[in-house]
Nanobody, 120 residues
């Protein structure tokens, strides 16, 4: 049982990347899926999240209007489309799944992270 991130890389300021988070051994159905990031010397912060049951999304103020989180249930994957990237978006990005939402006992799964570097 794991989640695996992919899609990171080096991009110039103003560029775009799409990160993918794939679930293995379980399904994202009824889970909260959240993208976090951690830059060197900083604490891990929540970037964007999606509630699989309601479809509700939420974003950190720093990425609103630039990042979009979405889900493909057929592929059991969640994506983070990042546009107009800035140097301050440079970080390791992690995917986390917590649920099932309706269960009294919840599980939390974390990926290994994928590096995003925004630099000219």
């Amino acid at each position: 049982v794991q989640v695996v991130e992919s899609g990171g890389g080096l991009v110039q300021p103003g560029g775009s990347l799409r990160l993918a988070c794939a679930a293995s051994g379980f399904t994202f159905r009824s889970y909260l899926i959240t993208w976090y990031r951690q830059a060197p010397g900083n604490e891990r912060e929540s970037v964007a999240g999606i509630n699989d049951l309601s479809g509700t999304t939420n974003y950190a103020d720093s990425v609103k209007g630039r990042f979009t989180i979405s889900e493909d249930n057929n592929k059991n994957s969640v994506y983070l489309q990042m546009n107009n990237l800035k140097p301050e978006d440079t970080a390791v990005y992690y995917c986390s799944a917590r649920g099932p939402i309706f269960a009294s006992r919840k599980y939390a799964y974390w990926g290994q992270g994928t590096q995003v570097t925004v630099s000219s």
